[in-house]
């Protein structure tokens, strides 16, 4: 796999197997250059990320890791074009982002993201008709092709409320997945999930991207998650969320569970999730 690794980010694993760094950098294809983000209700400013820099490469999975309410969800919307920096800038292939578009798709937590009056293969097919463009017959062979690829061929006739939470979350991931957006936003896709079906998501995930070479956002809590779908980790501090640090994590997979430089890496973010925040905010 050709991935770019982080130049100042140290590796969380010995470096035995890194891949040569290229010479020439390519230009990042989504670029958080000092982003803060806030909320504003009457009498209040909520600041949920401060100054963001982060730099996500062309098929990169690149996770945010932090704890709850240290802004990650924030920093996905404002990629995601719903929340526009008080400072700073976001742009996706050198394009600023100023709303919503079909470029970046969005797969969140919940089983409820689907409308619920339509069938598994109208999921998915609808915001190719709507977003893309495509025509009936188009959008519904692409539906079907991406339908197959998650596993869902049997249900694509089914309702959502027929579904498991793990198949929703195939048919949100599918649904997204149709539309073959530049940067694929995930925001805890599988938190809600049993820990045997969270698992065999992150192993069909892993699949999906070496097939697609997709670039992911990916947002999660948990570390472990963090250091098997990512080959990148960006750590955030607690509210409001910075950068704390960024690590090159892609010679791990679902295989290096319990291994123990797994469990030495788990150990160091871990470490240093929990450290005092010498960055506290003041404002
Ligand atoms: N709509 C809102 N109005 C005001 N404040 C908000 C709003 N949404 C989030 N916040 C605040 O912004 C901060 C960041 O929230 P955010 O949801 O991005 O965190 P998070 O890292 O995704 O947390 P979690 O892991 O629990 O999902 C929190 O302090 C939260 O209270
Ligand atoms: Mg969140």
Redesign the pocket.
């Known amino acids: 796999m050709t991935l770019v690794i982080a130049r100042d980010a140290p590796a969380l694993a010995p470096s035995r197997a890194l891949p040569e760094a290229p010479r020439a950098l390519p230009d990042p294809l989504l670029r958080i250059a000092g982003v803060s983000l806030e ?1 504003r ?1 009457p009498g209040r400013v ?1 600041r ?2 401060h100054r963001i820099d982060l730099d996500v490469y062309e098929a990169d999975r690149f996770v945010l890791l ?12 404002a990629v995601a074009g719903f929340i526009a920096p008080v400072e700073g800038e976001i742009t996706l292939a050198g394009v600023p982002v100023r709303k919503p578009g079909p470029d970046r798709i969005v797969v969140f937590q919940e089983f409820d993201q689907l409308p619920p009056w339509k069938t598994v293969v109208e999921n998915v097919a609808f915001p190719l008709r709507a977003a893309r463009g495509l025509g009936r017959r188009e959008a519904l062979e692409r539906a079907r092709a991406t339908i197959d690829k998650v596993g869902l061929t049997a249900f694509a006739g089914s309702y959502p409320h027929q579904l498991s939470g793990g198949m929703k979350q195939r048919v949100a991931i599918a649904r997204a997945l149709a539309m073959q957006p530049k940067v694929l936003l995930m ?2 896709p599988f938190a809600a999930l049993d820990a045997l079906t969270r698992r065999k998501m992150q192993e069909e995930l892993l699949a999906l991207w070496d097939e697609a070479r997709m670039t992911l956002l990916f ?1 999660t ?1 948990s570390i472990e998650e963090a250091l098997v779908i990512g080959n990148r980790v960006a750590l ?1 501090s607690p ?3 910075r950068v704390r640090g960024e690590y090159n994590c892609h010679e791990f997979d679902l295989s290096s569970l319990g291994s123990r430089t797994f469990q030495a890496a788990v150990q160091r973010l871990h470490d240093r999730l929990f450290e005092p925040a010498p960055e506290a905010f003041a404002r």
């Open positions: 909320y209700t909520v949920a990320a932090g704890p709850s309410g240290c802004g990650k969800s924030t920093l996905l919307k925001d805890e947002v809590h955030l509210h409001p969320g």
